[in-house]
């Protein structure tokens, strides 16, 4: 990945492309595939910087809401001191079902990026206007990778 410089008159800031952050999402779906879960990896990013990293843990934890997101937003608002997330980016590998939509609609989620789309269970399919208003949305973002690792992790199961 190459990041973009940004010149400042006391400091160079360099900015890191969607590409790269959803790559650290899709390393986490690999890892939630391979301890029997729904290949789902989520990364928060505030002002650059990651804050949150989380995959899904509903097997492990015997929990339907342990989805990524969740896992994740739970992490950023701990680690920011607040239950808003306005500044930060959601990172995510398959698109949110629509809990976890309407969590990050209380939690006024700046921006989602969304890997691979979700024809079942996807939020936008069921009901589409749950985002924040103010919420902005980015889709298709490594989005053939990130169906693959589904394509796979589901193949594997039926067989």
Same mark, same amino acid.
């Given at each position: /990945?190459?990041?973009?410089?940004?010149d #400042?008159?006391? /400091? +160079?800031?360099? *900015?890191?492309?969607?590409?790269?952050?959803?790559?650290? =999402?899709?390393?986490l =779906? @690999?890892?939630? =595939?391979a301890?029997?879960e729904?290949?789902?990896?989520?990364?928060?990013?505030?002002r650059? $910087?990651?804050?949150a990293?989380a995959?899904? &843990?509903?097997?492990? *934890?015997?929990?339907?809401?342990? %989805?990524? @997101?969740l896992?994740?937003i +739970?992490?950023?608002?701990?680690?920011?001191?607040?239950?808003?997330?306005? !500044?930060?980016?959601?990172?995510?590998?398959l698109e949110?079902?629509? /809990?976890?939509?309407?969590? *990050?609609f209380?939690a &006024?989620?700046?921006?989602?990026?969304?890997?691979?789309s !979700?024809?079942? $269970?996807?939020?936008?399919r069921?009901?589409?206007?749950?985002? %924040?208003?103010?919420?902005r949305l @980015? +889709?298709g973002?490594?989005?053939?990778?990130?169906?693959?690792?589904l394509t796979?992790f #589901?193949? %594997?199961? $039926?067989t």
């Amino acid at each position: /990945m190459r990041a973009i410089s940004v010149d #400042f008159p006391l /400091m +160079t800031i360099l *900015l890191m492309p969607d590409e790269y952050f959803m790559e650290i =999402a899709l390393g986490l =779906a @690999e890892e939630a =595939a391979a301890d029997g879960e729904i290949p789902v990896g989520a990364v928060i990013v505030c002002r650059n $910087r990651i804050i949150a990293k989380a995959r899904n &843990q509903t097997e492990q *934890l015997k929990d339907v809401t342990a %989805h990524a @997101e969740l896992m994740a937003i +739970t992490s950023a608002t701990q680690y920011l001191g607040g239950k808003y997330l306005t !500044d930060c980016t959601l990172y995510v590998t398959l698109e949110p079902c629509v /809990m976890c939509a309407g969590a *990050l609609f209380w939690a &006024q989620i700046g921006r989602l990026v969304i890997g691979a789309s !979700d024809s079942k $269970r996807g939020y936008s399919r069921i009901e589409p206007s749950v985002l %924040h208003p103010k919420t902005r949305l @980015e +889709t298709g973002v490594l989005a053939e990778e990130s169906q693959m690792l589904l394509t796979k992790f #589901f193949k %594997h199961l $039926r067989t």
